[in-house]
């Protein structure tokens, strides 16, 4: 087995999937809007994505313990690209309508559930025999990738949408998710599926939260991470508009967090292993509260609030790394794919949850107020959740198995 092969493709294939995804992060609005008149139909995709990523944890349970190699992830994207498709080939046949949306958005949905954390699984697996740190290195390779494209992928999609409109964008990100898939297929190396497990359909998320104590805490911050994330997308840009500087705020505050967080994922991989995993979580989740509660103060100068929001986005990448530390040291195998798809469940979960509650908070309360109470939520969550005023206790060595295996077992599995 190939291991830096396979690592390269598996990254590679984070690249273009994410490139084409982010590309494509205002098209699938336009045409629907553009194929139907109506501005409703406009958040159906994205509406109805939410409900297989919410549910995850009871019809993925078997699913996602079956995602051990590059094919069984191909397979996946395959899948996503049927829903990906649907969109496009209605709009060229004339016939897009709502059913078209909400199909899409629950196909995609399903394979974003299942394909984020078992590729972050696979790629740990495939470096576990590399070192004590590759794994957590190679994860933080990975978010790097991921970040990358938030800075390639928007200019080239206002030159495609300038040239050609949306449509173009949406076959385009059909294909590159297609190239991801083939580049998954290259992928030799599978997860070590120790015997104990080998007939297990794998334990329920809440067993391996139950049993892992830090990763519980940090799957906390991260859901109340991304229950609060609204407030800073959505709040500037409604800031913006009462202002009278509709879409500078939010160009600002997303263009800083973007070069912060890609300077963040540029130094995680180093970092991360040098520091405590719990606490450089919980320091990352602080951080970020701390910008959200002072940019109401600060929208005075577009420059200050491009700052903060770099100071986010830099501290995020390197928690997160923590977080991808913390799940690969304590976990393999089933214990392991389920802790990545806890963690990806609730925070996706709970910021499909805060952003369509989210304008109804703010209409009630205020930008300022919500920023504020998000951020000290952010930071209360940190502090709670982090080692600090409750210290945990947990063992650390590594957890194999979901149930009492033996050495014997352990050497066996890993041949």
Do not use: K
């Amino acid at each position: 087995m190939n291991t830096r092969r396979d690592v390269s493709a598996m990254l590679a294939a984070t690249f273009v999937t994410w490139m084409g995804q982010r590309a494509t992060a205002v098209a699938l609005p336009l045409v629907a809007l553009t194929e139907t008149g109506s501005a409703w139909t406009t958040g159906l995709a994205g509406g109805a994505i939410a409900l297989p990523v919410l549910t995850s944890a009871w019809w993925g349970r078997s699913l996602r313990q079956r995602l051990t190699n590059g094919r069984s992830l191909a397979a996946v994207l395959a899948f996503q690209v049927l829903g990906l498709l649907v969109v496009p080939v209605a709009a060229v046949l004339g016939t897009i309508g709502p059913l078209h949306l909400v199909a899409a958005g629950l196909v995609t949905g399903g394979a974003t559930a299942l394909g984020g954390p078992g590729q972050r699984a696979l790629l740990a697996d495939l470096c576990d025999d590399a070192g004590p740190e590759m794994a957590a290195r190679m994860l933080a390779w990975q978010d790097l990738v991921h970040r990358s494209t938030m800075i390639l992928a928007p200019p080239l999609a206002g030159a495609v949408l300038a040239v050609g409109g949306p449509l173009p964008l949406l076959w385009a990100e059909a294909a590159s998710v297609t190239l991801g898939a083939a580049l998954l297929l290259t992928v030799r190396g599978t997860a070590s599926t120790p015997v104990c497990e080998a007939a297990s359909t794998g334990p329920a998320l809440r067993h391996v939260l139950a049993r892992h104590p830090e990763i519980r805490r940090v799957v906390v911050m991260a859901g109340v991470g991304g229950l609060t994330w609204f407030a800073f997308t959505l709040g500037l840009a409604i800031l913006g508009a009462e202002t009278a500087r509709p879409g500078l705020l939010v160009s600002a505050g997303m263009t800083g967090y973007g070069a912060g967080s890609l300077a963040g994922a540029v130094v995680a991989s180093t970092l991360a292993p040098r520091l405590a995993p719990l606490a450089a979580t919980a320091t990352g989740w602080i951080l970020l509260g701390a910008t959200f509660v002072a940019l109401p103060s600060a929208t005075s100068s577009l420059a200050l609030v491009a700052a903060l929001a770099a100071l986010g986005g830099f501290a995020m990448p390197i928690g997160i790394a923590a977080t991808n530390r913390l799940i690969t040291a304590r976990t393999q195998g089933a214990h392991r794919r389920a802790a990545f798809a806890a963690e990806s469940l609730v925070h996706d979960g709970a910021a499909s949850v805060g952003l369509l509650t989210g304008g109804a908070v703010i209409g009630l309360v205020g930008v300022g107020p919500t920023l504020a109470v998000t951020g000290v939520a952010q930071i209360a969550a940190g502090l709670i959740a982090g080692p600090w005023l409750f210290p945990v206790h947990e063992r650390n060595t590594r957890d194999r198995f979901a149930t009492n295996a033996t050495d014997s077992h352990d050497r066996m599995a890993r041949r």
